[in-house]
T-cell receptor, first 116, second 113 residues
């Protein structure tokens, strides 16, 4: 059972470089999310996709773009990386519980990004 | 928007003792309160949740209590074991979907053998 798979697990970038974090889930979930985790700040939502073909901003979207490629895949792109984007990034997905109630979030193992 | 405060930020307890983590929320319309556990190098995982129509929920050694009047909820872990060592996050939402979920800042729990 793979669940939510993120790549890469580690990445070092220089300021101004671009990169894409990939995420795939095999649970047939409609909703997918990108969070960042910083010390002392918990998890903050960057972007989410409630269903295939839709994306919306979360709490901290500046400097990021996303693509919901299909139902399984949701990618996060940094066009011009900045040191403030040094963080651990988590992808998550959720389905419906009982056919109607939003289910729990299933997280990937995280991608640690350092921007120099 | 919703604001969730979590205390303490770190907690050490002797194996076998109980641990309590407390959270407060600001929006009285919030109606769903999950708790996530994050082990080292892993993503968070849901361990228990509670909705606003109940005051307490238990699952083996874990329980969550909710006081809607005071706008606070707590995680209780009894008979702690070394595998309980992790970071715990509370969260709250008034929305129907997870996109409205606001997380606390986390509590690092260490169980001392």
């Amino acid at each position: 059972n793979a669940g939510v798979t993120q790549t890469p697990k580690f990445q070092v970038l220089k300021t101004g470089q671009s990169m894409t974090l990939q995420c795939a889930q095999d649970m047939n979930h409609n909703s997918m999310y990108w969070y960042r985790q910083d010390p002392g700040m918990g998890l903050r939502l960057i972007y989410y996709s409630a269903s295939e073909g839709t994306t919306d901003k979360g709490e901290v979207p500046n400097g990021y773009n996303v693509s919901r490629l299909n139902k399984r895949e949701f990618s996060l792109r940094l066009e011009s990386a900045a040191p403030s984007q040094t963080s651990v990034y988590f992808c998550a997905s959720s389905g419906l519980r009982g056919g109607r109630i939003p289910g729990e979030l299933f997280f990937g193992e995280g991608s640690r990004l350092t921007v120099l | 928007g919703e604001n969730v405060e979590q205390h303490p930020s770190t907690l050490s307890v002797q194996e076998g003792d109980s641990a309590v983590i407390k959270c407060t929320y600001s929006d009285s319309a919030s109606n769903y309160f999950p708790w996530y556990k994050q082990e080292l190098g892993k993503g968070p995982q849901l361990i228990i949740d509670i909705r606003s129509n109940v005051g307490e929920k238990k699952d083996q050694r874990i329980a969550v209590t909710l006081n809607k009047t005071a706008k606070h909820f707590s995680l209780h872990i009894t008979e702690t074991q070394p595998e309980d060592s992790a970071v715990y996050f509370c969260a709250a939402t008034m929305g129907f979907g997870n996109e409205k979920l606001t997380f606390g800042t986390g509590t690092r729990l260490t169980i001392i053998p």
